[in-house]
């Protein structure tokens, strides 16, 4: 191969370089995020794993259904018990410290959702 | 092919680094924007749409005016553009490029712009420009690569792109029609409202596209050994100077309908922008001196370029074209899309100034403009010098 | 006839046939969301049966001048619950809900001899609701849209902040998040005065206007304004497609007017001067 002296430490190089971030923290999982949950409620809108995997989803098609369709706004949980189907109204009822909620999932896989930049957080909590 | 824009002169080093300064100014300024808000420009409730939107207006122009080279050539095998017709296509890239950053800096959420595509709405003209710029984009830059690439290794081009080039002559005519169609499907806004506004968008264009690629052409003939030649020179100064008179006869007629129905709603642009409107006790006319200046500097220039034609003289010629091209720029590049929202449709009317931060953008992306193209030119003149030499 | 010559006429000849093709399947796209663009059969000469709700508006000026500062408090409700940010100048203005003069509403209207009352009354001004949106016609993220009851809404998640729907709004009902609404002008006092916790903010480099308070019509609520001025019966609010609502009551026994009808929008704000 041409120039073979340069191009593979180089290659080697570049690799290593773009691999940093996972040797610097290979062996360390970080700590676990323990987002606090709402003490007085038992139940969510749906099982807890759907929601710890997709409660984006869930929210999108709130909003496409009640924005677009005209779609209800109150739900039923499996046990029945009603809610509002909205962030700043439903959700952040039960989970009203976002902090403890929201941000400690989310700082920890470093996503940042622009919901908070039009929705307002419960005003204790802020 | 494209290692030939690693080598230059001097002067061709110095001429890119002194772009790239500019890029970095504006870059500045865009982040600027980006972290405060389009606030930051002089667009406000009413003039909602200020100098980029009018920057990328004027530049799909220039982008079409490629047309006017590729059609000859390609269409009816007129032999004497053979040497210009690449510099036609890449100059289309380079403008579609800068229409497409204009549009990216006018967006007030810029990272969803792909909702566009993620939403597609064929009811809304934007969705079809988005569509025929890039695929204007793509076209120029597939028949003008593969063209170039062929000559370079000195065979003729592939028979599989002669369907592409000639997909690119009605494209072209597309991507203006389309623009033009952004504007004059508004109800309630007269000034836009006309049928004849996607006619004298290329009208116009067919002049200042190429009037702009025989300014570098000349540009060119003094810094390089690069010559287009006399026979290009001459057709495309009747080229340009036709459809300069078209343009200001589309204007004639818009003047003719305002003045003459006497509709209010129809005069009141034309009157911000050529006489001053008043308006209360209140003059509105900062627009005034430059499309007056624009009426003269175009009429001007195509009286001398036929007269450069028939003296022969370069200089007369780039003069010309000057003229012809700042006419056109004041004309689509502040006039028509400033003129549409100056006085609103609710009779208010606001004035508007760009910002220094906007400036800064904008220069910023003619200064991209210029280094795109000067990287592509830099390739194409190296090949076709090398060929023929 | 050389053979190049040939290709290209073939070629343009396959574009022609595209472009008579292509109505149908502009139409097929065409269904659906984007309502704005429906067929002549929508109105004009032979209307069809109007199907559905379609929530319209009777804005009585009269009353509003004979209720001075009435006309105000109505733009304060309206904006108070919609976190309408108030950024203190013109360039960067947000505004759902406001008051006009005539001149400048009906521009079209402005004949050179008319009553004195006119001048100086205060006239609301608000999104028209049209039949017929420019603006939805205009978007090209389906952002702003036409619902079935008639509202024509916005999805700020959506929008890209081109602004094609302002240029295209012959009423001046849109505006633009030219700044952060959240912010605070040079004296720390922040621009949303009082934040109502029900409802969201916008957000900046996003496109606002009045919603003709769909959340309030979801729980069974009339628009803020339409409660303010109820006392005095400014504001008329119902759905103009059933013929024993108040709101066509009104209509077919008074005289009305609405904004630049030439230009075919069909608003459904309907003015008794």
Sequence with gaps: MYGKGRIIPALILFLGLMTSPMWYKSGD?????????PKDYTECVAPAQYMRTSHMVLLNQWRDDIL?????RIGKTANGTEYVRSLQNGCMKCHSDKKKFCDTCHSYASVKPYCWDCHLQPKEAM | MIEKAL???????????FLLSLMGVGALSYVQQFNYGLGITGMSRDVTWGVYISQFT??????????????PYYL?????????????????????????????????QPMRALNVLLFPTPNSMLFWDMIVLNGYLILNILCGWVVLHSEYKGIK?????????????????????????LYCGLPGRHFWLTAILAPRFLASAFAAGPALLLIIAMVLKRVTKFDVGREA?????????YAAMLNFFFLGCEFFVAYYSQIPGHMHTLDYLFWGLGHGDQVFNNLVPFMRASVIMGLTGIGLIFYSRVKQCDGLLVISCLLIFISFWIDKGLGLVLGGFVPSPMDYVTEYVPSFQELGVTVAVWATGAFILSILYKVAISVKLEKEA | MDSKRRDFLKIAGLTAIAGIAAPSAFNTLLKGEALASAGPAASGHGAAAPTGKRYGMVIDVKKFTENPGLAEQCVTACHTIHNVPDFGNKKDEIKWLWVESYDHVFPEHSQDKRPDGLKGMPILTLCNHCEKPPCVRACPTKATFKKKNGIVAMDYHRCI??????????????????????GKDANGRPFIKAENPKFPTRMRGVVEKCNFCTERLAIGQIPACVEVASQAKGLIFGDLNDPNSEISQVLKTSFTIQRNPAIGTHPSLFYII
Aim: charged share 15%.
């Design chain 2, 233 to 241: 020179q001459d057709k495309l100064v009747t080229i340009i100077g």
């Design chain 2, 76 to 108: 009816h095998n007129y032999k004497a553009f053979g040497r210009i017709v690449i510099l036609g296509e890449f100059m289309a890239i380079a403008a579609i490029v800068m229409c497409l950053m204009f549009i990216i800096a006018d967006l007030g």
């Design chain 1, 68 to 72: 677009r369709e005209d779609g209800a």
């Design chain 2, 7 to 17: 080598k230059g002169s001097t002067g061709y080093w110095v001429w890119m680094l």
């Design chain 2, 58 to 71: 004027f530049l799909v122009g220039v982008a079409a005016g490629g047309l006017m080279l590729v059609l």
């Design chain 3, 161 to 182: 902040g081109c602004r094609f729907c302002m240029a295209a709004c012959p009423y001046g009902a849109r505006s633009f998040n030219w700044r952060d609404p959240r």
């Design chain 2, 157 to 181: 081009y592939p028979k599989w792109i002669k369907p592409f080039i000639y997909l690119s002559i009605p494209w072209a005519i597309s991507i203006h029609t389309v623009t033009a169609f």
């Design chain 1, 29 to 37: 999982a970080g700590k676990m995020p323990k987002p606090e949950k």
